[in-house]
């Protein structure tokens, strides 16, 4: 179980540092966020692809964090393709004082800090899948019907801020009603 584990981080490393490679190629790091959901459901379907026999527990995990990652990368990409770097990115950039002093910068602080922080935050679905191969009970329903919520109430809150932030007479405003207003980022509610 631990050589698996382990291995998928290395190979979450290496798509990484060829994400890291392209963003310095493009010179846009904000290629990162919309590979973050995907990244933390990687090795999720390592997993799931390297266990013998998958199991409907481990057919389900695979399955609910491929949607999560899905949705959150392509709600990402909408946002953010064609608009250049996030200005986040931008100002790290200039701080670093030059592009191949912020390639390397980003390269640990960015690209692997996300690799790592991915990888630990997927090791529930890469141990889940792992478990013994028993019937889905109720617990596993719970779990799905939590999920449902969960990916509604990202989806709803995105789509309110999108609305939000599409009427101009709230340029430099904060969005405090709604979903998105209870929480300030559902995705990660």
Request: hydrophobic share 55%; with cysteine.
């Amino acid at each position: 179980m631990i050589g698996l584990v382990l291995s998928n981080l290395a190979i979450l490393a290496v798509a990484m540092t060829g994400l890291w490679a392209l963003s310095v190629l493009v010179k846009d790091a904000s290629i990162v966020d919309i590979a973050w959901g995907p990244a933390c459901a990687a090795p999720a379907l390592l997993t799931f692809i390297r266990v013998d026999g998958a199991t409907p527990r481990a057919l389900l995990i695979t399955a609910l964090v491929a949607i999560w990652a899905l949705r959150l990368a392509a709600h990402l990409g909408r946002r953010s393709i064609g608009h250049g770097e996030d200005f986040r990115y931008v100002k790290m950039r200039e701080q670093a004082g030059s592009d191949a002093a912020f390639a390397r910068w980003s390269f640990v602080f960015v690209f692997m800090l996300q690799c790592a922080v991915a990888w630990f935050v997927s090791l529930p679905t890469q141990i889940g899948q792992m478990g013994p191969d028993t019937p889905l009970g109720p617990l596993a329903y719970a779990g799905v019907a939590i999920f449902g919520i969960g990916l509604a109430f990202e989806a709803i809150g995105d789509f309110q801020l999108a609305r939000f932030k599409a009427n101009p007479e709230n340029k430099g405003r904060l969005l405090t009603s709604g979903l998105w207003g209870l929480t300030r980022h559902p995705n990660y509610f």
